[in-house]
């Protein structure tokens, strides 16, 4: 085994068979225009915001952060903020889960709401947490003072839950402080891992990918879950359940045994490749002025801090009092923008006001005791419009998975035992609620030694935006039209979706009531019968406007049907 060993002459990113290499959607180079034009606007929102600090989230984040710091540097005047790296991924998620829902199967994820909430309240238990935060943050400053401005840099955000979680920590630490995530939406690692190993000859390649892997399955075996070590990075774990991270270096456990030396010899490379690149990369971007692109098209996604609205129901959380006056006074702001705010909490369910006039206070609605936090014994959600032949309610695909179908099943038997042999979902997309929803409904209903028929509706895509209110009301023409007919046949239905189904059952109410206006009222009046009476329907005022102004579309001339 020669530990000396001269490049391979083929040039990295060229496809070969011979290599234990996998195909990427994106080329190296690619990847490095991606990073460079992250790093720009990065350097932008510097710039606007005026942040005291910046951090980016390990292992992988840091390098949207340093190809900033590159282009700040070489294009620039002033000095860079501070940058300080924190350890938060994944790992961090399941902590909380394990703390707060130990029994709950399946991904762990930060949910908008009442879980941020909740998270914002057991992030108080975590001192350790806080006060690392606190002490890189004042080292990196050089003072004790707490920022008033920080921005954080990911460079990939899939599901959200690192960015609410790492939002969360940062009010935990330093409440009403100005924040602003940056997600560049790069996923660099292993481009630049395959990309390195090209330089090598394909034997020595393998040899060096699968030693690799064995030595890192040994080694993390013995560790706690969700250990993680990034060679791309050159860093790993001290501790998942720590904020802080360590480079990888020749002492490093993985690298004993046998191969230990040759491994370290050629791995510990890698990060100085990933370096070296990206300042080639930069350094040829930096020819041309500075001139940041000040719109945010494409992929790179910029958010803010936590939404008031998750700040007021951790209040509740807490046991404050909560009315439109002390949301006022504790974060600062008008009449208007705090009863906008609770409005939009009662709209979506999440709160319910006590009392009436100047004495109204608010509270979580009852459900959430039990709908947050994982009890499954409280009712179904589902209450009839027709008794005895449709029904309404929660959709049973919410969060549906072919691996954890144990609560859909569990209540989409519930419904088959009440007589419903017809499911017809409404939504406001192209694509049905998942793959493999239709299939699992089919082997579910002859498991019961029944029928269930599936039907989906779409009401309008995304791409059909421009075009949103006709398409709309054709379709809604095309669900009523459906419905009617499956009625008419002797069919129990159970309509449901995530969004529209409602305005489905209040046009069809106002067809058949002749009156928009009572078809609301008929509405409000099943919903009042529920499991849930608290909850509202058509919360929209777009939508309550739609039902009571739908007779008047049945006599306008309609586009031709859509293909189906």
């Given amino acids: 085994m020669d530990d000396n060993l001269e490049p391979h002459s083929e040039q990295p990113g060229q496809p070969d068979n011979k290599y234990p290499i996998q195909i990427h959607y994106q080329t190296l180079d690619e990847i490095l225009d991606e990073l460079c034009t992250a790093a720009r606007k990065i350097c932008f929102l510097i710039q606007r915001h005026q942040p005291e600090i910046v951090i980016s989230l390990m292992h992988s984040g840091f390098l949207p952060a340093a190809?900033?710091?590159?282009?700040?540097?070489?294009?620039?005047?002033?000095?860079?903020?501070?940058?300080?790296?924190?350890?938060?991924?994944?790992?961090?998620?399941?902590?909380?889960?394990?703390?707060?829902?130990?029994?709950?199967?399946?991904?762990?994820?930060?949910?908008?709401?009442?879980?941020?909430?909740?998270?914002?309240?057991?992030?108080?238990?975590?001192?350790?947490?806080?006060?690392?935060?606190?002490?890189?943050?004042?080292?990196?400053?050089?003072?004790?003072?707490?920022?008033?401005?920080?921005?954080?840099?990911?460079?990939?955000?899939?599901?959200?839950?690192?960015?609410?979680?790492?939002?969360?920590?940062?009010?935990?630490?330093?409440?009403?402080?100005?924040?602003?995530?940056?997600?560049?939406?790069?996923?660099?690692?292993?481009?630049?891992?395959?990309?390195?190993?090209?330089?090598?000859?394909?034997?020595?390649?393998?040899?060096?990918?699968?030693?690799?892997?064995?030595?890192l399955a040994e080694f993390t075996a013995q560790q706690k879950p969700n250990f993680t070590v990034r060679m791309?990075?050159?860093?790993?774990?001290?501790?998942?359940?720590?904020?802080?991270?360590?480079?990888?270096?020749?002492?490093?456990?993985?690298?004993?045994?046998?191969?230990?030396?040759?491994?370290?010899?050629?791995?510990?490379?890698?990060?100085?490749?990933?370096?070296?690149?990206?300042?080639?990369?930069?350094?040829?971007?930096?020819?041309?002025?500075?001139?940041?692109?000040?719109?945010?098209?494409?992929?790179?996604?910029?958010?803010?801090?936590?939404?008031?609205?998750?700040?007021?129901?951790?209040?509740?959380?807490?046991?404050?009092?909560?009315?439109?006056?002390?949301?006022?006074?504790?974060?600062?702001?008008?009449?208007?923008?705090?009863g906008k705010v609770l409005n939009e909490l009662l709209i979506w369910n999440d709160i319910q006001a006590i009392g009436k006039g100047k004495s109204v206070r608010y509270e979580p609605s009852p459900e959430i005791y039990t709908g947050v936090f994982g009890i499954t014994d409280r009712p179904y959600d589902w209450y009839a419009i027709l008794p005895g032949q449709l029904w309404t309610g929660k959709n049973p695909a919410s969060g549906f998975s072919p691996r954890f179908d144990h609560r859909t099943r569990r209540e989409l038997l519930n419904l088959l035992a009440s007589g419903i042999d017809t499911l017809i979902e409404v939504d406001t997309d192209n694509e049905k609620t998942q793959e493999g929803y239709e299939a699992f409904l089919s082997q579910l209903a002859t498991d019961a030694h029944t029928t269930l028929a599936y039907q989906y509706i779409s009401l309008y895509s995304s791409k059909e935006s421009k075009q949103a209110r006709p398409i709309l009301i054709e379709r809604l023409h095309y669900a009523i039209d459906v419905l009617t007919e499956a009625l008419g046949s002797g069919k129990k239905i159970y309509l449901t979706g995530s969004y529209g189904y409602e305005i489905v059952l209040g046009c069809f109410l106002a067809e058949r009531q002749g009156d928009g206006k009572k078809a609301i009222q008929a509405l409000e009046a099943c919903r009042a019968e529920s499991a849930y009476p608290w909850r509202s329907v058509l919360r929209q005022p777009k939508d309550r406007r739609l039902v009571l102004r739908w007779l008047s579309t049945r006599s306008s001339p309609l586009p031709p049907p859509a293909p189906r």
Avoid at 77 to 88: E, H, I, S
Avoid at 138 to 159: M, N, R, T, W, Y
Avoid at 249 to 277: C, I, N
């Fill in 67 to 215: 190809a900033a710091q590159m282009v700040w540097e070489k294009t620039l005047p002033g000095k860079f903020p501070p940058l300080v790296r924190l350890n938060v991924g994944q790992e961090k998620v399941d902590q909380y889960y394990a703390a707060r829902q130990p029994n709950v199967r399946g991904s762990h994820v930060i949910y908008e709401g009442w879980m941020v909430a909740d998270l914002l309240m057991w992030l108080k238990s975590r001192q350790d947490w806080l006060g690392y935060l606190r002490q890189q943050v004042a080292q990196a400053l050089g003072q004790v003072e707490p920022p008033q401005h920080i921005l954080i840099v990911d460079e990939f955000v899939a599901v959200g839950s690192t960015r609410l979680f790492i939002l969360s920590l940062i009010e935990a630490a330093y409440p009403g402080c100005e924040v602003w995530f940056f997600n560049a939406f790069v996923e660099w690692g292993q481009v630049f891992e395959d990309s390195w190993l090209r330089q090598y000859p394909p034997a020595t390649a393998r040899e060096l990918k699968e030693g690799m892997k064995r030595s």
């Fill in 232 to 338: 791309f990075s050159g860093t790993m774990d001290t501790d998942p359940e720590r904020l802080d991270w360590q480079e990888i270096t020749a002492d490093s456990p993985f690298f004993r045994g046998e191969q230990g030396a040759f491994l370290a010899a050629h791995w510990l490379k890698l990060p100085e490749f990933v370096l070296s690149t990206l300042q080639d990369a930069i350094s040829k971007c930096a020819a041309f002025p500075f001139a940041p692109v000040k719109k945010f098209r494409g992929h790179f996604k910029l958010s803010g801090g936590l939404p008031l609205e998750y700040l007021v129901q951790r209040d509740m959380l807490a046991g404050l009092t909560v009315t439109r006056h002390s949301v006022m006074e504790r974060y600062h702001i008008n009449s208007y923008r705090a």
